[in-house]
């Protein structure tokens, strides 16, 4: 069984840059979440996709979009980052259906905006 | 809505002591609740899981926690700390929906 990947590992961007993070679910699951984890905080969480479609976000504005493919893996897209990007992007996969269902969390993706 | 809150943002144990972390939540719906843990520079692991089935739910490593509904809380102990147990321990809830609302986290520090 092959556990949730996420390229890539570090990033480096400018204020003002776009940057494309990415995301292969665990084997089996059809549901993708994405979290921002600060410096020395909790993960914040970000959108959720399913069946290629967003379903539910948290309080992120419009320039934080998503794209999940057939093979449900996913990506992240930030446009314009700005310095508060910066943060660990945590990818978790998970099957749909009852709210039992754990996620399970990939390495994450360590973005610095300069 | 839905909100957690982990009292400490360190603890510091001797190896051999208790490992207590506390978790409070809130929740509208009753709530599912889970622990995780991160070491540095890694993703979260699902150390448990409360699903509604019995109050006192065993984990990994040996960490178990106890669901109560009374106090809203859920917090997290294992009998000896290990020196492998050091690193960040979050409780988060999981409410209406598939989103995961997570606290603030606990950094463990243990001692030889």
């Known amino acids: 069984e092959t556990g949730v990947t996420q390229s890539p590992t570090h990033l480096i961007k400018t204020r003002g840059q776009q940057v494309t993070l990415r995301c292969s679910s665990q084997s089996g699951h059809n549901t993708v979440s994405w979290y921002q984890q600060a410096l020395g905080q909790g993960p914040q969480f970000i959108f959720q996709y399913y069946r290629e479609e967003e379903n539910g976000r948290g309080n992120f504005p419009p320039r934080f979009s998503g794209l999940q493919f057939p093979n449900y893996s996913s990506e992240l897209n930030v446009n314009a980052l700005e310095l508060d990007d910066s943060a660990l992007y945590l990818c978790?996969?998970?099957?749909?259906?009852?709210?039992?269902?754990?996620?399970?969390f990939g390495p994450g993706t360590r973005l610095t905006v300069t | 809505a839905q909100s957690v809150t982990q009292l400490g943002s360190h603890v510091s144990v001797s190896e051999g002591a208790l490992v207590l972390l506390r978790c409070n939540y809130s929740s509208s719906v009753p709530p599912y609740l889970f622990w995780y843990v991160q070491y540095p520079n890694q993703g979260l692991q699902l150390l448990l899981k409360?699903?509604?089935?019995?109050?006192l739910v065993k984990g990994i490593n040996g960490f178990e926690a106890e669901f109560k509904k009374s106090e809203t809380s859920f917090h997290l102990t294992k009998p000896s700390a290990h020196m492998s147990d050091a690193a960040e321990y979050f409780c988060?809830?999981?409410?209406?929906?598939?989103?995961?609302?997570f606290g603030g986290g606990t950094r463990v520090l243990v001692k030889p």
């Open positions: 988060a809830v999981k409410a209406a929906g598939n989103k995961l609302t």
């Open positions: 409360y699903t509604s089935a019995a109050t």
């Open positions: 978790a996969s998970s099957l749909a259906g009852g709210r039992e269902n754990e996620q399970y």
